[in-house]
T-cell receptor, first 114, second 114 residues
Framework: AQSVTQPDIHITVSEGASLELRCNYSYGATPYLFWYVQSPGQGLQLLLKYFSGDTLVQGIKGFEAEFKRSQSSFNLRKPSVHWSDAAEYFCAVALNTGFQKLVFGTGTRLLVSP | NAGVTQTPKFQVLKTGQSMTLQCAQDMNHNSMYWYRQDPGMGLRLIYYSASEGTTDKGEVPNGYNVSRLNKREFSLRLESAAPSQTSVYFC?????????????FGPGTRLTVT
């Protein structure tokens, strides 16, 4: 069965430092890939998505992610973190056949230190 | 455009009580979903409705029922609440067209069962 792994439960980054959040998936074929962000007490908001084509995708709020087929990874990056980026981040995948259901990772909570 | 709305925002139930969580979307999406979010578990799909008139079980359907009332509304019912159903519940909606599988989420309902 398909699965998504986010190996880091918590990450603390200093404001202004770079960020990379890891995501690995388990599928037979290339899935559709998503990163969502959840601010405290809020619903989820889509940051970016990958369906096909260029493996480096740009999203909102200055985030980007790179799909690496050989590593089954879709890591999220930001060159300079802002205090407002503190939130929980979820990676999700969907099969690219039939009806699309998302399978979510367990999330990574980002803390930003001054 | 309100997007996806959910009511109530908070609810406390006693074991054995019943309640219905309401969800509505104004984006004319065909598909709607109910998830639960528990610490360390990410989001898990309870039920979904691919289109008006259809509903299907997700990953964790036991103890829940759903109704797709019309294209806009998708409700989740707990017939006899149990403490294990204490969670945050999210409704989402999406289209199912190529390259537009993004799901839009409501703000959530925080449910406590005592």
């Amino acid at each position: 069965a398909q699965s998504v792994t986010q190996p880091d439960i918590h990450i603390t980054v200093s404001e202004g430092a770079s960020l990379e959040l890891r995501c690995n998936y388990s599928y037979g074929a290339t899935p559709y890939l998503f990163w969502y962000v959840q601010s405290p007490g809020q619903g989820l908001q889509l940051l970016l998505k990958y369906f096909s084509g260029d493996t480096l995708v740009q999203g909102i709020k200055g985030f980007e992610a790179e799909f690496k087929r050989s590593q089954s990874s879709f890591n999220l990056r930001k060159p300079s973190v802002h205090w407002s980026d503190a939130a929980e981040y979820f990676c999700a995948v969907a099969l690219n056949t039939g009806f699309q259901k998302l399978v979510f990772g367990t999330g990574t909570r980002l803390l930003v230190s001054p | 455009n309100a997007g996806v709305t959910q009511t109530p925002k908070f609810q406390v139930l006693k074991t054995g009580q019943s309640m219905t969580l309401q969800c509505a979307q104004d984006m004319n999406h065909n598909s709607m979903y109910w998830y639960r979010q528990d610490p360390g578990m990410g989001l898990r799909l309870i039920y979904y409705s691919a289109s008006e008139g259809t509903t299907d079980k997700g990953e964790v359907p036991n103890g829940y029922n759903v109704s797709r009332l019309n294209k806009r509304e998708f409700s989740l019912r707990l017939e006899s609440a149990a403490p294990s159903q204490t969670s945050v519940y999210f409704c989402a909606s999406s289209e199912q067209r190529q390259s537009t599988y993004e799901q839009y989420f409501g703000p959530g309902t925080r449910l406590t069962v005592t």
